[in-house]
Structures are given as structure tokens and as C-alpha cells.
């Protein structure tokens, strides 16, 4: 997906200058993500023209004024007559801070989005766990005890006690609002049935 992703980031953005390092770095972060699927790949590279559009600007315009410093520093030492010092910058570093400064912001929400499918596909799962065990829907809307660390086996098994639970409950209800009539009580009632049944013996 990478590779995609920076083939076609170099083909839609080819006329902005950007280097191929720094487009292997976005492919790199966008990747990374997990997010990037080939059905939403073209709307992902659409979507960062803003942030490299300003990137080569803000990268430019970096070693424009770096360039500009070396010239005039060359021209004094130049006009003193003394030992030029070699005060040119490092571009290579202007440049991995300029990407590290506009990829900051966009990783950052790319990770929170992430945790945020991230925890609607756990609710879901959950959501789905609860619906195969038969747990009933006045349960599930009570919510259940589950802490972020509970992965799926443990979650599994937390809603399956949830469940006995329930049914424990359901089969202890139904023995105290059960039929209270002892056989005998059933015996008495039957013998007077069958003797009202009899023909008068006037």
C-alpha cells in the first residue's frame, strides 16, 4: 500500500517539486495508519494537496533564507579579508524539520480517527458477542463491565458468565413462582372431579 500510495502521490503532485524522500515519508505515515484502503486511496492523495501545497512553500521558503544567510555571511567575511568559516546551514536538516513540523499535526489526527474506528469496531464486536449469547437487549442497555484491556477471549468469556447469570436468575424465579400444589393436593382434587361426575343415585 505504500508503494501505491507514493506512486500516485508522485504522479498528482509531480508538478510541486517535492522530492521523492519526502513523498516516501507521507506514503510512509499515510500507510501506517491503516486507514488507506484502494477504494478510498484516490480520495486520501485529493486530500493532501493542502498539506503539501504549504509544505513546499514552508520548505522554500526555508532554504531561501538559508541560502540568503550563507550569501551574506560569505560577503563579510569576504569584505573583512579574514578566513571564511564554513557557516552553511544544513538544508537536509531545515527540511526533515519542516516535514516533522507539517506531519505532526496530521498524524495526530490520523491516530486520534484511528482510535476512534478502533473503538467503534469493539463496540461492535461486543455489541455482536452479546446478540450470539442470547443476551437480552434490557441487559445490554445496562452495560456491561468491560475495561479496555479485555481482549476478545476475555470479553467473550465475561458475557457468557453475563449470560448464566441471567439464566441462573431465570430458573430460580421460575422455582419460587412455580406451581405450589403438592400431588396430594392434585389426588383430592381429582377423586372430587370424578365423584360431582357420577349419575344421583336418586
Partial sequence: MK????????????????SDDILQGQAEALANT????????QAVID??????????????KRVTDAVNKAKSEKK??????????KTEPDLQKLIEEAIAAKLSPIQEELNAYKAKEQ???????IA?????LGIPEWRAK?????????????????LA????????????????????????????ESAEEWARALPDAN
Fill in 161 to 188: 458468565s453475563v449470560k448464566q447469570n441471567i439464566v441462573t436468575a431465570g430458573l430460580e424465579s421460575s422455582n419460587t413462582s412455580g406451581v405450589l400444589s403438592t400431588p396430594d393436593d392434585k389426588a383430592k
Fill in 47 to 60: 486530500g493532501q494537496k493542502p498539506f503539501l501545497s504549504s509544505l513546499q512553500s514552508g520548505i522554500d
Fill in 76 to 85: 563579510e567575511g569576504a569584505a573583512a579579508g579574514g578566513e571564511q568559516t
Fill in 34 to 41: 491503516g486507514l488507506v484502503t484502494d477504494d478510498n486511496l
Fill in 119 to 125: 473503538q467503534g469496531a469493539r463496540a461492535n464486536m
Fill in 128 to 132: 455482536s458477542k452479546a446478540k450470539e
Fill in 3 to 18: 508503494d501505491k500510495i507514493f506512486n500516485l502521490l508522485k504522479q498528482t503532485y509531480s508538478s510541486f517539486g517535492l
Fill in 142 to 158: 445496562e452495560g456491561f463491565a468491560i475495561t479496555p484491556e479485555m481482549d476478545e477471549a476475555a470479553i467473550t468469556s465475561y
